[in-house]
């Protein structure tokens, strides 16, 4: 028999809000988290501005033993934890240190690259011939399982500690997978979320390929601009978002807050055919993984309230609304409501799927659809396929439903997952 999923905890470190109160307040208020990065324009990118959350040593130290933080340069496992153990606690569960494992209990953290300034660190000593000096956490700070060991190890995790990477689409991939083991009954509950480093060694590479804007150096709030006919590129961001699912049965049985029910959703690939590669979306993939994600979660179109797009402010917006009107068999004024959080956070990245679902999630809890900004100039190609009313630029108080998040990623991958809100009986 399989099993209901629900969401009874959320973290969130990101670029406009550190902590749910007040990435709350940003989200409904339309806060960007943009800023100018000197250490970008010292390095004479074209794009100087990013999304970086701000967290302070004693922030750190909240989470991480001064011992721990003694040669510790991974600024996405930082997140990552910090997030994780965040929606741990906001779930109710126990901090307590035992020498069991909670063989319930795992999670399924994902990255795209872990601990780049670390690697960075490590290369130069090795080449100094101080490989001796590199410390005992080298390692740890780099594997791509970085985050969930450690993750695994404050929170005492018995059932799978795994971290998943699939670019973009990472995020929403993971909170996907731990639905699949939680239904199965394999798991009773699974820290669910991913997390992006920060800084120019990642960056770089987007810079190099021209997707990244370098017409808002001098106005960083102004940068990100999805679904605008103005849009220049993405504004590069990272952060984590973090989200505890759990079966009904459990949740309920220890009284647990419930955010949302997870009903279901869809993973493919375009197999980087029929127009999909590398970096471009095999479009037909993108509509057949938003209708198999319907299908599996019993969902009309007509019930969706609002959908929380990819939409990363590049040439690819007008193509997604396409996309996203021709699965659903809706436009103008009948599609939902839509919107982009990266127009406050820029692209996390790996951490983009974790991040924008937190928000998606908060907004069915609290009823409200937050505002898109930097659109006051739609793009054509976008308003003629769904009506301006849908792309709301207010924060809108509306009780909601459900909520369709979905993200794609380079390699031609996609992933849609439905949120419902949860109804007492």
């Known amino acids: 028999m399989n099993k209901r999923v629900v969401i009874t905890g959320l973290g969130i470190v990101a670029p406009n809000g550190v902590g749910l109160p007040a990435f709350t307040h940003a989200i409904q208020n339309g806060i960007s988290g943009i800023s100018h990065v000197t250490e970008l324009e010292r390095l004479q990118f074209s794009c100087q501005i990013a999304g970086k959350p701000v967290i302070s040593t004693e922030l750190s130290l909240q989470y991480f033993t001064e011992l721990e933080l003694r040669n510790f340069n991974s600024s996405g496992i930082l997140y990552g934890v910090i997030a994780g153990i965040d929606a741990w606690k906001d779930a109710g569960l126990s901090m307590e240190i035992n020498d069991e494992p909670d063989w319930d209990s795992g999670t399924i953290f994902g990255t795209g690259t872990s601990g780049i300034d670390k690697f960075r660190e490590s290369i ?51 909170i996907l997978m731990a639905y699949e083991r939680i239904k199965l009954g394999q798991a009773k509950r699974i820290l ?10 990642i960056w770089g590479g987007f810079d190099a390929m021209k997707v990244c804007t370098f017409k808002h150096n001098d106005t960083p709030e102004q940068g990100s601009r999805p679904m605008s006919a103005t849009a220049s590129g993405f504004v590069p961001g990272s952060g984590a978002g973090a989200l505890v699912l759990e079966d009904l049965e459990s949740a309920l049985a220890r009284g647990a807050k419930i955010y949302a029910e997870v009903l279901g959703g869809n993973i493919n690939s375009g197999g980087q055919r029929g127009g999909g590669t590398m970096t471009a979306p095999n479009a037909t993939a993108v509509k057949r993984c938003i209708t198999e994600a319907l299908k599996n979660a019993n969902v009309d179109p007509i019930e969706i309230d609002t959908i929380n797009g990819h939409l990363t402010a590049t040439a690819k ?3 997604e609304i396409q996309n996203w009107s ?73 009780e909601l439903n459900i909520v369709a998040k979905a993200s794609f990623g380079f390699g031609d991958v996609n992933a849609c997952v439905l949120f419902k809100k949860y109804h007492y009986d």
């Open 124 to 174: 130069y000593k090795i080449d100094e011939l101080q490989t001796r000096r590199l410390g005992s956490t080298a390692v740890a700070q780099t594997m791509n399982s970085g985050v969930s060991a450690y993750l695994g190890g404050k929170l005492g995790l018995g059932n799978q500690v795994t971290t998943n990477s699939s670019a973009c689409t990472t995020g929403t991939e993971s």
């Open 326 to 398: 021709e699965a659903l068999h809706l436009s103008g004024d009948n599609f939902p409501y839509i919107n982009s959080l990266k127009s406050m956070v820029g692209h996390c990245l790996s951490a983009s799927g974790s991040v924008e679902s937190v928000a998606s999630v908060l907004q069915l809890h609290h009823g409200f659809i937050f505002p898109n900004i930097n659109c006051e100039d739609l793009h054509p190609e976008i308003t003629t396929i769904i009506g301006e009313s849908r792309i709301p630029q207010q924060l809108i108080k509306k």
């Open 192 to 201: 669910a979320g991913s997390t992006n480093d920060s800084g120019p060694y």
């Open 317 to 319: 917006d007008g193509l």
